[in-house]
């Protein structure tokens, strides 16, 4: 097989968003994670991934998109960020694929290098596959590559990684908020490449997708850890693993990520943080509804957030407070009429397997880890002691940027 051909749409649609990159020519990757299911329904040759040209589009040596975005980073408006260290290849089959960690772009800021460590790459690989097969929405990866460099991070030189990341769309919240910097016309435009009819339906809709979404995680303890704006998805699938943690108890002050200090995005803030994330969503749009529909959307939202939750949560709340372990409740309870699952990825367990990675090469417990949590029903596929709480010990992660 040869070359995939992409298409571009999100850039021919909103070419003041994109900025072409001729994308970095690593000396020499190596593939260390496929799913070779998401290649398979993508229509792409496994056998030609794996091979030297195949390393060379997956690491963006044929160069791409870079696209431009704003955002609320821990509460204050940052007018531009863009894609800083992120290359969007194109799209097929209404799915676009893009690399993080592939190098510097126009977007880049002063002081950053544009890569990753293959941690953080690993992490995401991992965790979306477990979303992906407990049916949360969410961005998924069809790899993870070293890039044969190495980067200085918290630990010290650790290997560079890319994570290939494929969405329905990488279009953010953030992206609404630069364009509506811009003009009304590209806030518009955003609305239309979002795939809405107009901004009330799109604003409407998000915040369904959204509630829904964050009520989801919480039914599973899943802690964000870095909830800005411009990670915030219209299409609704969870994006940004980089310092993302499970808590096993249902407690309202669990926290993980290093640079969230205060706990802005601590578990029980989600809720919150998602609303609040909502109202900057009808803030940019405001332009486009006017003071009338966004009074009434304001009406919406605490129903839309009461469905959301008596879906995931609903009559469990007490049980999940009480347990002490979220999972087994799940697996004992059910959620909401469907098994919960035997194998998600704690902390520990996966920490463990990233840093034998990412320090020693060594991918062996990775591999075991991954294959249980993407067939997480499964009680076969993973050794007993992976389905077993670690007892809610302390845990640090890091973005890895
Ligand atoms: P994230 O925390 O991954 O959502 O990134 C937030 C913003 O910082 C985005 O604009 C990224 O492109 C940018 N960024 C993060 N890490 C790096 C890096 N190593 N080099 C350049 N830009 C980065
Ligand atoms: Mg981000």
Redesign the pocket.
């Known amino acids: 097989m040869t070359r995939p051909q992409l298409a571009h749409s999100l850039a021919d649609a909103l070419p003041e968003l994109a900025h072409e990159e001729p994308g970095t020519r690593f000396e020499n990757p190596q593939l260390v994670a496929l799913n070779e299911p998401l290649a398979a329904e993508l229509g792409l040759d496994v056998a030609w991934l794996r091979s030297r040209d195949g390393l060379r589009f997956l690491t963006g040596a044929y160069g791409g998109h870079a696209m431009a975005y704003a955002g609320h980073q821990f509460g204050q408006f940052v007018p531009l960020?863009?894609?800083?260290?992120?290359l969007l290849l194109g799209d097929i089959g209404g799915r676009e694929i893009q690399l993080k960690g592939s190098g510097l772009t126009v977007?880049?800021?002063r002081g950053?290098?544009?890569?990753?460590a293959v941690g953080p790459m690993l992490r995401e690989h991992l965790v979306s596959a477990f979303m992906h097969a407990a049916g949360v929405p969410t961005t998924r990866s069809l790899a993870v590559l070293t890039t044969g460099g190495t980067v200085i991070r918290q630990q010290g030189a650790v290997p560079g990684g890319i994570v290939v990341r494929v969405a329905r769309s990488h279009l953010r919240v953030g992206t609404v908020q630069y364009a509506a910097t811009q003009s009304e016309e590209l806030t518009q435009k955003v609305v239309q490449a979002a795939g809405f009819m107009d901004a009330e339906t799109m604003l409407a809709e998000v915040t369904r997708r959204q509630f829904d979404l964050v009520a989801r995680w919480m039914r599973i303890g899943f802690v964000h850890g870095?909830m800005?704006t411009?990670?915030v998805a219209l299409s609704g699938e969870t994006i940004?693993y980089?310092p993302c943690a499970f808590t096993e108890r249902f407690d309202g002050a669990a926290s993980f990520s290093s640079i969230d200090r205060h706990g802005r995005y601590a578990f029980g803030n989600q809720p919150n943080i998602i609303a609040w994330n909502m109202a900057r969503l009808a803030e940019a749009l405001y332009p486009l509804l006017g003071a009338e529909k966004v009074d009434a959307y304001v009406k919406t939202v605490q129903a839309t957030w009461d469905e959301a939750w008596a879906r995931w949560i609903g009559a469990d709340l007490d049980g999940l407070n009480a347990a002490a372990d979220i999972t087994t409740y799940n697996r004992e309870h059910g959620i909401g009429g469907t098994p919960g699952p035997v194998f998600i990825p704690r902390n520990h367990m996966l920490q463990e397997a990233i840093d034998a990675a990412e320090q020693h090469g060594d991918y062996d417990k990775y591999h075991a880890l991954l294959a249980a949590v993407s067939d997480p029903y499964n009680e076969k596929a993973g050794p007993e002691w992976m389905a077993r709480p670690e007892g809610q010990l302390p845990y640090v992660t890091f973005?890895g940027?």
């Open positions: 960020l863009g894609d800083g260290r992120a977007f880049s800021r950053t290098d544009g890569v990753g870095v800005n411009d990670n940004d980089g973005c940027t």
